[in-house]
């Protein structure tokens, strides 16, 4: 899986305001912001001509002299500067709000999908128990309501092409409906400055067709067929452990894997161990009991998201990278 950014849907579509609009909701949020940045050049436009000729045209010539005949009163044009904005104002007001209903109430035949943002990647749990990392995949037509929550701070659910973003918020539910009706891969991204990996925090939606989707339900999260190690190089991807770890030495936001296995570690409070199978499984669902010196507790425990299995294999993969 790749869950890099999805530029493709984002930039190389659309026009030079928008990302090509996918879903319900793009053609009518697409019109409302037409008619209002053309409303605002068609009335900005004018009245900065009109502004600036009266500048020129009715500045003071000579000393003491008044421009012009002072004015008191004009029925004319104080209805003519209150009517038509206050009849602009309620047509956008109007439109969008009706829009806003659309976007806040769900077909009630929609797929519900659970999203947990952390810091600093996004998790979906599907009706069927899977699970899955940096990857929404969902049914072209389909429409699908996500019921979003965070484990820590606050983030926001963005998908420029769906035109869809709403706030995730630790203790709550907050809900969001959309519709694919085309398939393809499009970008997700945080929209609430969450902290050190708050640009990393991306995820895509992957629109597959009603066969492929039945294909990837029958396949998904099972990696049974996989050797150990080759599965935890496929998580260390897919659970976003690389958006913290590297595995070529370099340190990110947390130690890299390269060497780890068998190496001494010393812990923030003093002690040290030998990183063995225990150490490494104890990291991953308890990453907070020892956390390494000279990095932050800032690792999300994954006890429940991951099977002892795929412990096992991110241990297998850890091993090789000597
Ligand atoms: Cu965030």
């Known amino acids: 899986m790749d869950t890099s950014l999805q530029t493709e849907s984002l930039l190389h579509t659309g026009t030079t305001f928008f990302p090509e609009g996918v879903g319900p909701f793009a053609s009518s949020m697409d019109s409302l912001f037409y008619f209002i940045f053309w409303g605002s050049v068609i009335i900005f436009v004018p009245l900065i001509l009109v502004s600036i000729y009266f500048l020129i045209a009715y500045r003071r010539k000579r000393e003491n002299q ?16 209150t009517v038509p904005p206050t009849i602009l104002v309620l047509i956008v007001f109007v439109w969008g709000f009706k829009g806003f209903l659309h976007m806040s109430v769900a077909p009630l035949n929609s797929q519900e999908i659970h ?14 128990g899977n699970k899955g990392i940096g990857e929404l995949v969902v049914p072209v037509d389909t429409p699908v309501t996500l019921l979003m929550t965070s484990e820590d701070v606050i983030h926001s659910f963005f998908v420029p092409n769906f035109r869809i973003k709403r706030d995730v918020l630790p203790n709550r539910y907050t809900k969001l409906w959309f519709e694919a009706d085309k398939v393809g891969n499009y970008q997700v991204f945080c929209t609430e400055y969450c902290g050190d990996g708050h640009s990393a925090m991306l995820a895509v939606v992957r629109v597959l067709s009603a066969e492929d989707y039945e294909d990837w339900l029958a396949e998904a999260n099972s990696g049974d067929d996989l050797p150990l190690d080759k599965l935890g190089e496929k998580l260390y991807t897919s659970k976003a452990c690389a958006t913290c770890h590297s595995t070529d030495g370099t340190s990110r936001v947390g130690p890299t894997w390269k ?4 190496s001494k570690k010393a812990f923030v409070g003093g002690g040290t161990a030998t990183v063995d199978e225990n150490y490494i499984h104890e990291s991953i669902v308890n990453p907070g009991a020892k956390v390494v010196a000279g990095f932050d507790n800032v690792m999300p425990t994954y006890a429940g998201s991951l099977n002892d299995r795929e412990i096992s294999a991110l241990i297998a993969y850890i091993k090789t990278l000597q």
């Open 66 to 81: 008044l421009a012009t005949k002072q004015m008191t009163h004009s029925t004319f044009l104080e209805l003519a500067w």
């Open 259 to 262: 060497s780890l296995f068998g």
């Open 115 to 128: 999203v947990s943002g952390k810091k600093w990647f996004w998790e979906f749990s599907y009706p069927n």
